[in-house]
């Protein structure tokens, strides 16, 4: 009878987009009840908590996707949104131009070569150090730029995911560390390196903060967009 009721639950096509977004609400109070530490991350959470409920009832991921695909839709206009705070927060955008832009031009490239020269020093193949150009950026660019670099698209996607929670996990730890306490600052490192999950914990931490961390997502999207296909195709 479970096995029926499973059955016949999976077959609606809302069923997996409300998982997904109740697996979520889970963990995001279980992050707020944490203090909102690093390691209690709400995306690793839901997506270890997904991924064992895909495979334990053996599910393909096209079909949990044909449920939840909404969700996928709406990282665009989420994405959108971010112009907000940054117009709200657009006097000091200003201030602080010169600043962001040499961020963004020793930034976006250090991100995309350290990755390929580690992942080379330690001889993996060249299908993962290519993979690991675009890991910065968010995950709808970094597929793009994974045609042009000749890398795979499946394997880009999952790299950005994990590049993006080790990211959210370690920014505080580290920007604390470093005694790094202007918000601005913290939230660029966090945007510029973990992209939309680096500006999730942003968010988290500091409206400011966030702010920052949308920005350098957006134009490190850009500038790894159009330096990917130059340097590495």
Known sequence: MSDGLWVFLAASPLFWLTLTIGVFLLASHLAKASGNHPLVNPVLISVGVLVAILHLTDTAYTEYFAGAQFIHFILGPATVALAIPLWRNRARVRELAVPILAALL?????????????????????????????????????????????????????????????????????????????????????????????????????????????????????????LAGWLFS
């Open 106 to 226: 020793v930034g976006a490239p250090f991100a995309m070569f350290s990755a390929v020269a580690i992942a080379k020093a330690f001889g993996m193949p060249e299908t993962l150090q290519l993979a690991l150009v675009p890991k910065s950026a968010t995950a709808g660019i970094a597929v793009g730029i994974a045609e042009q670099v000749g890398a795979n698209g499946s394997l880009v996607a999952v790299l950005v995911i994990v590049t993006g929670i080790i990211g959210a996990i370690i920014v505080t730890p580290l920007m604390n560390a470093m005694r790094i306490k202007d918000y601005a600052a913290r939230g660029f490192a966090a945007g510029l390196s973990a992209h939309g999950i680096g500006t999730a914990r942003a968010f988290q931490v500091d409206p400011l903060a966030g702010t920052f961390s949308g920005l350098a997502m957006a134009l490190n999207g850009i500038a790894t967009a159009v």
